[in-house]
């Protein structure tokens, strides 16, 4: 494959209908920057657009729901698409569910620049440079399906370099199968390359801000160089203003520590070096020591308030979220061994340990209980092993608290 080289934008999962989550309290001096950032992400994928002169656009599905995000979502696309058909860059955008075709209102016509590809069919676009095709990009809008359908992707065969757009799951080996250059995906807010799937890449690019805590780390958009004799190089940029992080301590990082807020402290220092001028949002997952060496951290609304205080209000910030202490899993010897209550409480609550906890059966007493939802009465009654631990240790710590009259120094 010999032609011209070129440059191109890969970006998806916009949600402009979607707000920033996992915030039970919004913090005020906030509020403004966490209600704008999807918005200045969108933005910030066109600009880049303009900015890296790329020669056409691939937009991968979930650009936003025209009726949740409203006037202003559709006028900051239309907006955006004219500005880069002032500068002759097409786009071109595969729908996914959100953004179904079917969705958009007939009244708002889109630039000339913009291809917006039709469900029920696939359909190859060549790309034009001076005359000449550089290019040929081939795409479809979902159909509703949870997987891509590859075989419907298949076109004659070309010797251009060919992208593929498409929204919904993938996996490497069905995706090889459609013998694209490069396969430019959406439907998943992580970034993922799936590796052998295609000559120079198949990538999820990811949202270009995330949304929750269950979407960490950096969120933004993919610029794919190629040369004239097709080998291509994908670059990922950030343009995420707020980012989530997840942050994990277990008993062994925690033990040597005199001052449980310097280690707090010190790990927000971190995090704000490695992610630079942007604003962090954070969920904190502590988990104590137990046995003879009990850990203790205080209480956990007022650790969570000093977090929100302290550091929640830099410039920028480093918000907590949320704040997790998992109780230990044992307590100390001496109360195991207690002619007590307490001490036959403790007994078979390690016997039930050991067995990973598999003959407790709760679904009696989600009998009692009629407001329960069906998913919650499930949960309960069929929980999986990770979560039957958790129960019992929550249960455990409960009993604890009941039998020794107070709360014990951990939480």
Same mark, same amino acid.
């Given at each position: 494959?010999?032609?011209?080289?070129?440059?191109?934008?890969?970006?998806?999962?916009?949600?402009?209908?979607?707000?920033?989550?996992?915030?039970?309290?919004?913090?005020?001096?906030?509020?403004?920057?966490?209600?704008?950032?999807?918005?200045?992400?969108?933005?910030?994928?066109?600009?880049?657009?303009?900015?890296?002169?790329?020669?056409?656009?691939?937009?991968?599905?979930?650009?936003?729901?025209p009726?949740?995000?409203?006037?202003?979502? @559709?006028?900051?696309?239309?907006?955006?698409?004219?500005?880069?058909? $002032?500068?002759?860059?097409?786009?071109?955008?595969?729908?996914?569910?959100?953004?179904?075709?079917?969705?958009?209102?007939?009244?708002?016509?889109?630039? $000339?620049?913009?291809?917006?590809?039709?469900?029920?069919?696939?359909e190859?676009?060549?790309?034009v440079?001076?005359?000449?095709? @550089?290019?040929?990009?081939? /795409?479809?809008?979902?159909?509703?399906r949870?997987? @891509?359908?590859?075989?419907?992707?298949?076109?004659?065969?070309?010797?251009?370099?060919?992208?593929?757009?498409?929204?919904?799951?993938?996996?490497?080996?069905?995706?090889?199968?459609?013998?694209?250059?490069?396969?430019?995906?959406?439907?998943?807010?992580q970034?993922?390359?799936?590796?052998?799937?295609?000559?120079?890449?198949?990538?999820?690019?990811?949202?270009?801000? /995330?949304?929750?805590?269950?979407e960490?780390?950096?969120?933004?958009?993919?610029?794919?160089?190629?040369?004239?004799?097709?080998?291509?190089?994908?670059?990922?940029?950030?343009?995420?203003?707020?980012?989530?992080?997840?942050?994990?301590?277990?008993?062994?990082?925690?033990?040597?520590?005199?001052d449980?807020r310097?280690?707090?402290?010190?790990r927000?220092?971190?995090?704000?070096?490695?992610?630079?001028?942007?604003?962090?949002? @954070?969920?904190?997952?502590?988990?104590l020591?137990?046995?003879?060496?009990?850990?203790?951290?205080?209480?956990?609304?007022?650790?969570?308030?000093?977090?929100?205080?302290?550091?929640?209000?830099?410039?920028?910030?480093?918000?907590?979220?949320?704040?997790?202490?998992?109780?230990?899993?044992?307590?100390?010897?001496?109360?195991h061994?207690?002619?007590?209550?307490?001490?036959?409480?403790?007994?078979?609550?390690?016997q039930?340990?050991?067995?990973?906890?598999?003959?407790?059966?709760?679904?009696?007493?989600?009998?009692?209980?009629?407001?329960?939802?069906?998913?919650?009465?499930?949960?309960?009654?069929?929980?999986?092993?990770?979560?039957?631990?958790?129960?019992?240790?929550?249960?455990?710590?409960?009993?604890?608290?009941?039998?020794?009259?107070?709360?014990?120094?951990l939480?």
């Open positions: 494959m010999t032609g011209e080289s070129f440059r191109f934008l890969h970006a998806s999962d916009f949600h402009l209908e979607r707000p920033l989550g996992d915030l039970d309290e919004l913090p005020s001096h906030l509020q403004e920057a966490l209600a704008e950032a999807p918005w200045r992400a969108a933005e910030s994928v066109f600009e880049a657009a303009l900015l890296e002169n790329v020669d056409f656009v691939v937009l991968a599905g979930d650009l936003l729901h009726t949740l995000a409203g006037p202003r979502g @559709i006028a900051l696309l239309v907006e955006q698409f004219e500005k880069l058909d $002032e500068q002759q860059i097409p786009v071109f955008w595969a729908a996914g569910e959100v953004d179904d075709p079917q969705k958009w209102p007939e009244a708002i016509a889109l630039p $000339e620049n913009v291809t917006l590809f039709p469900r029920d069919r696939t190859a676009v060549p790309v440079r001076s005359g000449q095709t @550089i290019c040929t990009v081939v /795409g479809r809008s979902s159909e509703g949870s997987n @891509i359908h590859v075989p419907s992707y298949r076109v004659d065969p070309s010797d251009e370099f060919t992208v593929a757009v498409a929204v919904g799951g993938a996996m490497p080996d069905a995706l090889a199968e459609g013998r694209f250059d490069y396969w430019a995906l959406g439907g998943r807010h970034r993922e390359e799936l590796d052998q799937a295609a000559a120079v890449g198949a990538v999820y690019c990811g949202s270009p801000q /995330g949304r929750s805590l269950r960490p780390g950096a969120h933004g958009y993919a610029l794919v160089d190629v040369d004239s004799d097709g080998n291509g190089r994908v670059y990922h940029h950030d343009c995420d203003s707020f980012r989530y992080c997840n942050v994990k301590l277990d008993a062994s990082e925690l033990a040597g520590a005199s449980l310097s280690v707090l402290s010190g927000l220092a971190r995090l704000q070096h490695e992610h630079g001028d942007r604003h962090l949002l @954070i969920g904190w997952d502590l988990s020591a137990g046995g003879e060496a009990l850990q203790a951290v205080g209480d956990p609304a007022q650790l969570l308030k000093w977090l929100r205080q302290e550091h929640g209000h830099g410039k920028p910030a480093a918000w907590t979220v949320g704040l997790r202490v998992r109780p230990p899993a044992k307590y100390p010897t001496s109360w061994e207690e002619d007590t209550i307490l001490g036959d409480f403790l007994r078979v609550s390690d039930h340990r050991k067995s990973d906890a598999a003959e407790l059966n709760l679904k009696p007493m989600t009998e009692e209980h009629h407001q329960l939802t069906a998913s919650m009465e499930t949960l309960l009654a069929e929980p999986t092993a990770a979560a039957r631990r958790e129960l019992l240790d929550e249960a455990a710590l409960l009993g604890v608290e009941m039998l020794r009259g107070g709360k014990v120094n939480s």
